[in-house]
Structures are given as C-alpha cells and as structure tokens.
C-alpha cells in the first residue's frame, strides 16, 4: 500500500516536503488557500485543492478525515495553523504534524493534540551550530530540549581504544549506542569493540555531556 499524506500550506517549508514525499513514492493531497500555490503543486501532487482548512465543512468535503497523516505547515497565519489542526483532531485524524512559529504556538498545538510539533528554523539553527563547533558531529536528532543522539565521527586520538579503555559511560555519563563501520552498523556494541579510525559513534546522552566528550577526546 502506498503512504498517503495531506499537506496543508505550500510555502517553502510545506512545498518542499510535498516535493520530498513526491520523490520518496507516496500520495499526496496538496492543499492552500491561494490558487497560485495551488496551480504550482497541481502538477506533481496526487491531488492538489484550494481551500480554507479553518473551515470544517471544507476539511470533511475533501475527506481529509480518511488520511492517516496530515502536515500542517500554515506559517504566518497562527491562528489558522491553530483552527486547521484543531479540525482535524476532533475529526479523529491519528498523525497531525504542525509546523511552530514560536513556543507559545507550540504550547497551544500540544494543549489541542497536535501528535508531532515541528521548529525547522530553530532545528536547523541548532544543527548547524552544532556542525560549525565541531568537523566531527555529522548529525543531531534532539530527543528532549537537554537530551540527544549524536553522530560524531572517530578520530585519530580515540581510534584504537576500546569503547572500555575509554570509560565514557563513567566520564561523561553518555552511552554509544551504535557504531556506523563502513555500510554496516553494530547496534549496542560491547565494551570490548575497538573503535576504529572513520567509524561514526550514535551517543546519546545529555547535550552538555556529549559536548563535553567532543571537546576532550577530539
Ligand atoms: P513558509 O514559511 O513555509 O514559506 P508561508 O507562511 O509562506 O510559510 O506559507 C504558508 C502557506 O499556508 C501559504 O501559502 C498560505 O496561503 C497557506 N495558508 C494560510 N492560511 C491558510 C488556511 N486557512 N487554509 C489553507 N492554507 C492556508
């Protein structure tokens, strides 16, 4: 069965996660309130409408409610972000993702049941802050506001100890929890596994104790 989504809003943000999901093989319903957005989607989308989603009888005359996900990705407009997702969970859709402009939006999405609350300005922000201090952190997937995963690339001053000579559970309170070695990974890896030149470390742990162990040990 192909994945089937709605996205509601065809900005930057939202069009380009209708072009994405496009590529990636699914359908997809493309939805705004502006014809022009409309017209410019209407070619790739499965299905593209112009539409109000502040208004219910819209949102029910174009089935929404039959879709597993919708992606809310209305910008500017907080109050229509906040109607639209509102809709949608009373109409009992299970995955609504919503795009945040701001905490306080963020925190009223939540009070609503709004399944997945997105920051993608102030995500990639953090991302690429995180890649300008350091070569090595390759990726970075926030898991709480002081927790995360990090990839962080083995260098020359940690490559040949094991993850035990290096004792990092104990000195900086951080796990690995994976290691990428050429195409394959080696998920909960034991504390004898030698740590070789390029592999790529998954460690969770606090944001301040990664850090941490990325400004000691690389
Ligand atoms: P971005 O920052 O992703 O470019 P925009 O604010 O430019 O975001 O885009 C949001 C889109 O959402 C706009 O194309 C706008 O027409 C659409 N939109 C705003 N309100 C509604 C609504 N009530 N119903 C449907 N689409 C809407």
Redesign the pocket.
């Known amino acids: 069965m192909k994945k089937e989504f709605v996205v509601?809003?065809?900005?930057?943000?939202?069009?380009s996660i209708v072009h994405e999901l496009i590529r990636l093989g699914a359908d997809v319903m493309a939805?705004?309130?502006?014809s022009e957005?409309v017209d410019e989607y209407a070619k790739i989308a499965t299905q593209a409408a112009v539409?109000?989603?502040?208004d219910e009888e819209v949102i029910k005359s174009l089935g929404i409610r039959n879709f597993e996900h919708v992606i809310v990705?209305?910008?500017?407009?907080i109050q229509?972000s906040i109607l639209?997702t509102l809709i949608l969970k009373e109409l009992g859709v299970p995955n609504v993702t919503v795009?945040a402009q701001n905490d306080y939006h963020a925190k009223v999405l939540g009070r609503i049941g709004a399944d997945q609350i997105i920051h993608p300005e102030r995500d990639m922000g953090i991302r690429i802050a995180n890649n300008l201090m350091s070569s090595n952190v390759l990726d970075y997937l926030e898991l709480s506001d002081e927790h995360s995963i990090m990839e962080i690339k083995a260098n020359d001053r940690i490559a040949g100890y094991s993850i035990k000579d290096l004792d990092i559970r104990a000195n900086y309170g951080i796990n690995i929890v994976g290691i990428k070695r050429d195409d394959s990974i080696i998920i909960s890896p034991t504390a004898d596994e030698k740590i070789l030149l390029g592999d790529i470390l998954l460690v969770i742990g606090a944001v301040v104790d990664i850090n941490r162990f990325v400004k000691k040990a690389m």
Do not use: Q, S
């Open positions: 509601i809003g065809l900005g930057r943000f939202g069009g939805i705004d309130a502006h957005r539409a109000d989603t502040t990705a209305i910008g500017e407009n229509a639209t795009k």
